[in-house]
């Protein structure tokens, strides 16, 4: 669902490279190739998590973790 945006915005960051314009907004290449890294190893580690607990039937588990995680994000933005 993520990825069409993020590929059209990477494609407008292409073109604007080519015409010689600020592609990055002043942010140096290694941090975003460390958070892509990143975000792309975690994204994997995620999946095969969740396909093994759907392939073991055990959404339990995965029950546990949503209300946790809606809890902590309810609490976090109060806090806010």
């Not at 993520?2 to 290449?29: C, M, N, Q, R, Y």
């Not at 990143?38 to 995620?46: E, I, L, Y």
Request: charge should be positive; include cysteine.
């Amino acid at each position: 669902m993520v990825i069409p945006p993020i590929l059209g915005e990477s494609l407008l960051d292409v073109i604007k490279g080519l015409k010689g314009e600020a592609v990055f907004g002043g942010i140096d290449t290694l941090p975003l190739v460390v958070g892509f890294v990143a975000a792309f190893v975690a994204g994997c580690v995620a999946c095969k998590w969740m396909i093994n607990i759907v392939k073991r039937g055990k959404l339990i588990y995965f029950g546990i973790y949503c209300a946790v995680a809606g809890l902590v994000t309810i609490i976090v933005s109060q806090l806010n």
